[in-house]
């Protein structure tokens, strides 16, 4: 190791956050921007902050949490347009001549919830991690190491079935992710707000969650609703593959009671046996302290290539 | 290993199914009988069942498979009270004097339809068996080897949710058990043809087949919801594990199309992505042919030990 620093990256469908920390230092300097609308868009952006952030310095290894499909080096997003042709890890490995590791954004919140757990002397043998954000996605670590599954498609608990109703952005019906997730709390409060069915504004689900903690009924009432339906999602995980633990985290999960206390009321409820919910240690930031993980994994396999 | 037949049990809420059979032929002498009000009860039916199967013959080996919880040496059924007490592998053990191994029914159903697949030369990484049957069960194969979580109670698909409604034999409310099961569909149809909400009858989820077969809508129609549920439930698995193949076995999965059409268009309709579906090779034998595997294990413990 040399003591270049490392560059975790961020690449959410609404926002896009990069750190620079050096391998042993727990502070990191960092910077957030609302994701543009497409990928190069955002992949132009994101590496003239990446190198605002370095200044002259090259990075030891890149690590990037990716909000959307992650297989091979292939990425894909629902959400922003685009990113399928930026050939992005490639090009993060040239801008920078270093090594680049990448994973989906629900598998590097998985890895940095499991490392700061496990530097706390916590052992999980099977950790699932939830992250609520504009979309819901999650990952399974088994003994710390992610599980694909058949076709790099496991976790994916926001296409788990949960209602005959709302239409998924992937295309099907009844799933968590149309029902619970950041953009369906946002779009069904404004529809009932505003009276629209499609509302074009900008109500987020952080605005959601500040009318509810003005008591707001309605807002009240979509939190309510999509923390039950998570609830029931983590119930029915809980009693497929018997975790230690479940972890939620991303923006929505730090809305508040409004919907934590329906979440855990209804896995408390519909759970058959007892599973351990909590609070993403690092809030909405799991998977960017996750990609600092994989920068590491990056540094060491190439160490050792 | 000798030429002594290995002797498999198969548990269930229902029935009890029992079969003997040499290491290398598939020829197995077998019989079946109802399964007693208690545990005890059933137990002392089914010495006498299998001595008279083997004749004078000691077995090589024992394989169950048992329609509740096993967790090592202890087994617990929720339909049948009392197997808690009969210390069912150790008095197995000292009768037959032969090495016991068993499993509950979802897992050696698993087992024996990895088996013989595998035999046909098909490879299945991740499979995923479910029976419906008096309660439905589910088991996880990562590699042929059985999935267990952190406290050996993975693969509870019959305590998914699925609904709002529906008490469970569990006592949670809204599980794929409490409205799909084979118990289920019985009381349901039973309700309506016969108005009682929880009617004293012999009706079975068989004869609600055999109506639905002859056109009744009433048998027909829970049928259809049951299938749908249990649709709801494997594209909810789908999603969560990714797996290669799912199996459905159990004697409800031979209830015919008024079930499985429902339960193939909601995985159709519902999961995000491909996953194959069969039907259980063995039908509703796939535990007792895996309780087969099961005695082939120990046998083979028992030699290396």
Chains 1, 2 share one sequence.
């Not at 989906?104 to 052992?123: F, L, P």
């Not at 699932?128 to 088994?142: E, W």
């Not at 109703?165 to 619970?180: K, V």
């Not at 809980?238 to 855990?264: C, E, H, K, R, Y």
Request: aromatic share 4%.
């Amino acid at each position: 190791m040399t003591d270049a620093p490392f560059l975790a990256l961020d690449i959410g469908g609404t926002k896009t956050a990069l750190a620079v920390a050096d391998g042993t230092s727990a502070r990191a300097q960092r910077t957030t921007f609302a994701t543009e609308r497409t990928g190069p868009d955002t992949l132009a952006r994101l590496l003239h902050e990446a190198r605002r952030l370095l200044t002259d310095r090259r990075p030891e290894a890149v690590g990037v949490s990716f909000g959307g499909h992650v297989v091979g080096r292939n990425v894909r997003s629902l959400h922003v347009p685009g990113w399928e042709d930026t050939d992005l890890f490639a090009r993060l490995e040239r801008e920078f001549q270093a090594p680049v590791r990448g994973a989906n954004d629900a598998v590097a919140g998985a890895i940095g919830e499991h490392t700061i757990r496990a530097r706390a002397g916590e052992s999980w043998p099977v950790l699932v991690y939830v992250t609520v954000s504009t979309g819901i996605g999650g990952a399974i670590l088994l003994d710390g190491v992610p599980y694909h599954g058949s076709h790099g498609l496991s976790g994916e608990i926001g296409h788990m079935v949960v209602s005959d109703t709302g239409l998924c952005s992937c295309g099907r019906t009844g799933h968590l992710e149309a029902n619970a997730s950041g953009l369906a709390i946002a779009r069904r409060t404004a529809a009932e707000w505003l009276g629209a069915v499609e509302p074009q504004c900008d109500i987020t689900a952080r605005d959601v969650a500040e009318a509810a903690r003005q008591g707001d009924p309605v807002a009240g009432r979509v939190l309510f609703d999509a923390g039950r339906l998570v609830g029931d999602a983590l119930a029915s995980t809980a009693a497929l593959i018997d975790p230690d633990l479940i972890v939620v985290g991303g923006g929505v999960s730090l809305a508040g009671p409004a919907f934590w206390t329906p979440l855990i009321e209804a896995v408390a409820e519909k759970a058959m046996s007892r599973v351990r919910i909590d609070h993403a240690t690092h809030g909405a930031d799991s998977a960017l302290w996750g990609a600092f993980d994989l920068a590491r994994q990056a540094a060491e396999e190439s160490l050792v290539a």
